[in-house]
C-alpha cells in the first residue's frame, strides 16, 4: 500500500535498552522527518533528512541516532532509553517540489520504565 | 533558531461560534506556513500559506498570512463538535524544516 508507515506502533521497553523505530514511506518524497510529540507541547524536530545519506539535528537530537541508506526508510535509534524519552513519536514526509505538506505516519508510542 | 508561538493554548466554545486562532512566528528563511489539524492520530493538512494576504479557504475553516506582522490565524465558523482537536501551526523554512508550535486545544461541546 502507497503511504508512510511506522513500526512498531507500540512499545515498552527499560531504561538504557537500545530501540529501534522504524519509518517507511512508498512515495519517494526526498525529505524525511522525525518528531516527537509530548503532552502539553506541539511537535519537536529530533532529526530530519534531505536525502539518502544526508541528515541533520532538529532540536531536541541529543540520545538519538538515525541513518537514511534508502531514500524509502528512516529509522531512529534510541542507544540507551531514558525515561525522558517517553513519547508519541511521528515520522513524516514530504516533497519539496510539491505543496510542502507533511505527509505523517500513524506514530509509535515509547514507553521507557 | 526558529520560533513558533500559538495562542490561545486552548479554547472551549460551544457549536455555532466562530473560534480564531493565533500563530506568530520568527524564522530563518521563511518558505511556507501550514495548518494541520490533530485528532486522536496523525496531524492532517489543512492550509498551506505563502503569500500575504490571501485567504485560503475550505468550508468553514479559513486562513490568513502577514508576512510583514509574521503571523497568521485561523478562523473557523459554525463550530461542530467534530472541530474538536488540536489545531498546529508550522513554519517550513528554505532548509526543508518544518518549526511546530505548541498547538491549540479546540474543545466544542453541543
Known amino acids: 500500500d502507497a503511504g508512510i508507515t511506522q513500526s512498531p506502533r507500540y512499545k515498552i521497553t527499560e531504561t538504557g535498552r537500545q530501540v529501534t523505530l522504524m519509518c517507511h514511506q512508498t512515495?519517494?518524497?526526498?525529505?524525511m522527518f522525525w518528531y516527537r510529540q509530548d503532552l502539553g507541547h506541539g511537535l519537536r524536530l529530533i532529526y530530519y533528512?534531505?536525502?539518502?545519506?544526508?541528515?541533520d539535528k532538529g532540536e531536541v537530537p541529543d540520545g538519538y541516532v538515525v541513518s537514511r541508506s534508502k531514500t524509502e526508510n528512516f529509522p531512529l535509534t534510541l542507544e540507551s532509553a531514558t525515561r525522558s524519552q517517553t513519547s508519541v513519536y511521528f515520522c513524516a514526509s514530504s516533497n519539496l517540489r510539491g505543496t510542502g505538506e507533511l505527509f505523517f505516519g500513524e506514530g509509535s508510542r515509547l514507553t521507557v520504565l | 533558531e526558529d520560533k513558533v508561538v500559538q495562542s490561545p493554548l486552548s479554547l472551549v466554545v460551544h457549536e455555532g461560534d466562530t473560534v480564531t486562532l493565533n500563530c506568530s512566528y520568527e524564522?530563518?528563511?521563511?518558505?511556507?506556513l501550514l495548518w494541520y489539524k490533530q485528532e486522536k492520530k496523525a496531524p492532517t493538512f489543512l492550509f498551506m500559506l505563502?503569500?500575504?494576504?490571501i485567504e485560503k479557504k475550505s468550508g468553514r475553516l479559513s486562513s490568513i498570512l502577514d508576512k510583514k506582522e509574521l503571523f497568521s490565524i485561523l478562523n473557523i465558523t459554525a463550530t461542530q463538535t467534530g472541530d474538536s482537536a488540536i489545531y498546529l501551526c508550522a513554519v517550513e523554512g528554505l532548509t526543508g524544516k518544518s518549526t511546530f508550535g505548541d498547538g491549540t486545544t479546540l474543545t466544542v461541546k453541543p
Open positions: 505563502t503569500s500575504s494576504g
Open positions: 533528512s534531505a536525502a539518502a545519506d544526508i541528515t
Open positions: 512515495w519517494s518524497h526526498s525529505y
Open positions: 524564522v530563518t528563511n521563511f518558505r511556507s
